[in-house]
């Protein structure tokens, strides 16, 4: 079964817009695409990077930014923040359970250090891949690539 990500993406952002009603969410979907997956598993994927964009991100700019679009047959969704961001020597253990950047910085926020565990494994059983690009006290970008689903590509 295929599924409109821009559909299930909108979904979310509405969702989370009238809960974070003092956040901006910039949503730009330049192509309709479709991938097989369970509508249930991908708006989980969003709820984790979407409540981690909203968690981290810094008083002055409560904004973030979602792209959806196609690219080499493959879908390819964009969440933005412009938050607090990750140190580079943290970006590739985010992944592991129970691993949290906090160690020096004191942080309100609460968590277990599950959610992105969690992403990627939800990621990977659709045969995609999900990445992050981050700049501390710039922001952080996830890239998450599904492939397109056969008939439409
Ligand atoms: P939870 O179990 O509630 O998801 P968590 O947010 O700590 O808690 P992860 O989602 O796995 O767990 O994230 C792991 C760590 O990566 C976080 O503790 C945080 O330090 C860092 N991180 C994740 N997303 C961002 C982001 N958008 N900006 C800055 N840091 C982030």
Same mark, same amino acid.
């Given at each position: 079964e295929a599924v409109d990500v821009c559909a299930v993406l909108d979904s979310v952002v509405r969702n989370f817009s009238s809960v /974070? @009603?003092? /956040?901006? #969410?910039?949503?730009i979907c330049r192509e309709r695409v479709h991938i097989p997956i369970t509508v249930l598993h991908l708006e989980q994927i969003f709820i984790i990077l979407l409540d981690n964009a909203v968690k981290y991100s810094r008083e002055s700019r409560k @904004?973030?930014?979602? #792209?959806v679009y196609a690219e080499n047959g493959k879908a390819n969704i964009v969440i933005q923040d412009f938050g607090i961001g990750i140190p580079q020597e943290d970006i590739p253990y985010v992944f592991h359970r129970f691993y949290r950047v906090d160690k020096a910085r004191s942080r309100k926020q609460g968590g277990n250090g599950l959610g992105l565990s969690i992403a990627k494994r939800l990621v990977e059983k659709y045969e995609g891949t999900i990445s992050i690009e981050s700049k @501390?006290? @710039?922001?952080t970008k996830v890239v998450v690539i599904f492939p397109i689903k056969e008939k439409q590509r």
């Open positions: /974070y @009603e003092d /956040y901006t #969410f910039r949503q @904004e973030i930014h979602l #792209f @501390e006290g @710039e922001g």
